[in-house]
């Protein structure tokens, strides 16, 4: 069947918003009647005594000191807290079954649910408490979660896609909120994926589930950044807005991604970006869904968007919105997110999956508003909150959205859960716990002032409110403190990402200013000619990876003056600018390109390149024997274990050779890695480290990550000359083919160069964290060789 003819965008919301109306009445009716004060009441008078309790001022002193808000950086702390006072198992299975019942929309009261929430209660408990500090944002478990389901290449694709959606967020949008998003929606929808796994599936099958089921989160997910936020911002024209829109609109009606056209507009550039990456999206998902879920998904979404846009069409200096216009839509486009997640998988769900869902988004989204309504009053945006903020006193008929919140929570534990004592905990403890979070961050003073706009009509039940924000305990969530982290984390990184790339762009500045070989007066003609081609290779574009390493591991890490070392970094380049030379000749690669531009023996002749090759090597121990204010000793050691060095790499690049037109197997292509790549790479780790005079144990574990970070930034080169842009390069791709060289990618394919790459950035980053103190640095390093596209 066609999907033009399956999409009814008209009659498909208005059976929606009738069903949303219906839904609106009814709450509306509760909350005039007031029926859900005494229910509520009741409830919480019973969930109060698992949560108010009396303590020695001794047991609050060790809570605050163990405690200290739970948040981010004090987290393991505050798990070892929960885990020695016995509350960690209650803390999990609270965080466990609320992830269940929002995002997987399942009752808790079912034994499937409750036996599967018991089982990962169990293996998060083990993990948290076995072992060294765990960390929730963890690249390293991460790829080897991938390794484990066999989804390694797919887990690479999902990061590149992120960083690649961050990196053209514009002003006035947040990069760190959308890529939270996006991995929140991928995570949401592989958590669906999962629990649909049967025990008796293959590897094979289990791994092709989990791959398409991250591909389809990010699909679903780039609507939230690129759809939903982008309208929001104000970064579009209000024409730009409405062109785009209007597009959105004829994708989710016709089932076909209109052609972009000409865009002439100012966000050319990122538009033209945002329809690309939306039409491959789009594709994706309806290329993976079953003929039968095509026509929910198309009109789910389009229910979801246009309750968007209606929302998003108001204005808070109108002042006649009734309380329908401003309900009905929240229930819509809260309730069909949470079931587009679903559909998107096409997956069965149990008869009251979409009657919970549905009645559940609503709760999420009213306290989303009420978190956010500063930042929204601000911005101008119209919710329940910032409306009735503006016109309570003007309009009676304004229902209080604070209260129609709490009338919600009586209907979803008496109506949807059916007094299930599982649902109510988990849902009251997620209400005082959102209204603890808000008090914390505002203030004592703001949050009475804001309580004194909102409390419910009922002074009785809002005291009791009240009292449970003040008092009650054990409400706090795992996946809040996740959150948490994640958010900083992501900040962190960005901050972490500019001052690495800042550090890079002054430690180059500062190598490339020193680099050129001076040319005194009277100079025989020969020489001349040998100190220009020598000048020619170090002007080029080159990463300088080397020696800013050895600058910033030097000066940053162990204390060594800038200036001090500068001979040694010269050294590095040369030795390095050397090597390539050699690398370059007819004899070896016979390369035409190096750093963007010919190679030297292009330039010049293969005999003029192999003496400017010596003579850099000449200069490399000139430098490294004139470093002054050292031990002499440390210095002739260094010198000692740089030609060392020298000569393994000959002997790598007598490995390459050799191999050509041979078939290697890994192990001898790890040990070429080492011996052209890695060497380099530990050589400007360990001189620095032997001039500092650092302990044998720490230069051992120099020399681990540098293998490991060697042989990954190997595999990626490989992986670069097969599929990377040679303008990006600077140097053709496809070489190692043509020369019939045996690379990783050539032995493990694409997938298994990818696998290979991640498990040695992960051994690499396993030495790191063995060190008595974090290098960042190398942290980033090695993330940028694994990352890059050059």
């Not at 690249?139 to 066999?150: C, I, Q, S, T």
């Not at 609503?362 to 306290?367: F, G, P, R, S, T």
């Not at 030297?600 to 003496?611: F, G, I, K, Q, W």
């Not at 050539?746 to 690499?764: K, P, S």
Request: net charge negative.
């Amino acid at each position: 069947m066609n999907v033009q003819s399956m999409i009814h965008a008209d009659s498909s919301y208005r059976v929606a918003e009738q069903q949303a109306a219906t839904y609106f009445a009814l709450l509306h009716e509760q909350l005039r009647e007031k029926s859900y004060i005494a229910a509520l009441t009741e409830d919480i008078q019973v969930w109060r005594r698992d949560h108010i309790r009396s303590r020695s001022w001794l047991s609050l002193l060790r809570r605050s000191s163990a405690k200290s808000e739970s948040n981010a950086s004090d987290y393991h702390r505050y798990i070892q807290w929960l885990n020695h006072t016995g509350k960690l198992e209650g803390y999990l299975d609270r965080s466990v079954s609320y992830i269940y019942m929002r995002d997987l929309g399942m009752a808790l009261d079912q034994p499937k649910v409750k036996a599967r929430i018991q089982r990962v209660v169990a293996d998060v408990k083990n993990r948290l408490t076995q072992g060294d500090t765990p960390t929730f944002v963890s690249m390293v478990e991460l790829y080897r979660w991938a390794r484990k389901e066999g989804v390694e290449t797919t887990v690479i694709w999902a990061l590149r896609k992120l960083q690649n959606v961050s990196a053209h967020i514009p002003e006035g949008m947040n990069a760190e909120h959308a890529q939270r998003k996006l991995i929140k929606i991928i995570v949401g929808v592989v958590m669906h994926a999962t629990e649909a796994l049967i025990e008796e599936q293959s590897l094979a099958e289990r791994s092709r589930v989990l791959d398409e089921a991250i591909r389809l989160g990010y699909s679903y997910g780039l609507t939230y950044p690129f759809v939903d936020d982008l309208l929001d911002a104000q970064v579009l024209s209000a024409e730009e807005k409405a062109k785009y829109s209007r597009m959105i609109r004829e994708a989710l009606v016709t089932g076909s991604v209109p052609e972009l056209g000409q865009w002439v507009d100012a966000n050319a550039s990122l538009v033209r970006f945002v329809h690309a990456e939306l039409h491959e999206a789009f594709e994706y998902i309806k290329q993976h869904q079953r003929v039968d879920q095509k026509q929910l998904f198309f009109e789910q979404a389009y229910v979801f968007f246009h309750s968007q846009e209606l929302d998003r069409a108001k204005s808070l200096t109108q002042a006649t919105y009734t309380n329908e216009e401003l309900y009905i839509p929240i229930i819509l486009k809260s309730a069909s997110s949470r079931l587009i997640a679903r559909s998107v998988l096409g997956e069965a769900s149990d008869k009251g999956f979409e009657y919970r869902t549905f009645h559940y988004g609503i709760y999420n989204q009213l306290a989303d508003d009420f978190a956010d309504l500063l930042d929204d009053r601000r911005d101008g945006a119209v919710t329940p909150f910032t409306y009735y903020l503006a016109y309570r006193e003007q309009r009676p008929d304004l229902i209080n959205p604070f209260e129609l919140y709490w009338t919600v929570i009586s209907h979803l534990i008496h109506e949807v859960y059916h007094h299930d004592p599982k649902a109510r905990e988990v849902i009251l403890n997620r209400a005082i716990n959102g209204l603890k979070r808000c008090a914390k961050r505002l203030g004592a003073e703001e949050y009475a002032k804001i309580m004194a706009v909102f409390a419910p009509d009922a002074p009785a039940f809002n005291r009791l409110i009240q009292q449970m924000v003040q008092q009650a305990d054990d409400v706090d969530f795992l996946d809040k403190m996740i959150r948490d982290q994640l958010i900083t984390y992501l900040r962190e990184e960005k901050q972490q990402k500019d001052q690495f790339a800042e550090t890079i762009k002054l430690a180059r500045e500062q190598i490339n200013s020193t680099l050129l070989i001076a040319k005194p007066e009277g100079m025989l003609p020969m020489k001349e000619i040998l100190i220009d081609a020598a000048n020619y290779s170090l002007s080029g574009d080159g990463k300088r990876l080397r020696p800013v390493l050895t600058w910033v591991i030097g000066v940053h890490e162990y204390g060594l003056q800038a200036l001090a070392i500068v001979p040694l970094l010269r050294s590095l380049e040369y030795m390095h600018t050397a090597s390539l030379i050699f690398d370059d000749l007819p004899s070896q690669d016979n390369a035409d390109i190096r750093r963007g531009r010919a190679t030297l023996h292009h330039v010049h002749n293969s005999a003029t390149a192999e003496l400017t090759g010596l003579l850099l090597i000449q200069r490399a121990t000139q430098e490294q024997a004139s470093l002054q204010g050292f031990d002499p000793n440390r210095v002739l050691a260094l010198i000692r274990y740089s030609a060392q060095k020298a000569e393994d790499l000959c002997a790598g690049q007598a490995m390459d050779l050799s191999s050509k037109r041979r078939t290697l197997t890994q192990e001898e292509l790890n040990t070429l890695c080492y011996y052209k790549t890695g060497i380099a790479f530990e050589a400007a780790l360990v001189m620095p480290a032997i001039l500092a005079q650092v302990s044998e144990q720490e230069i051992a574990v120099l020399k681990t990550y540098a293998y490991h970070a060697g042989v990954a930034f190997q595999i990626k080169d490989d992986l670069l000359d097969a599929e990377g842009d040679a303008l990006l390069l600077g140097k053709p791709v496809g070489q190692d083919v043509e020369n019939e060289r045996s690379t990783f990618v050539t032995i493990l394919g694409l997938d298994g160069a990818n696998r290979a790459m991640l498990e040695h950035y992960c051994l690499a980053m396993d030495a790191l964290r063995s060190l008595s103190r974090r290098i960042d640095f190398l942290e980033h390093l090695l993330n940028y060789m694994i990352h890059r596209n050059r």
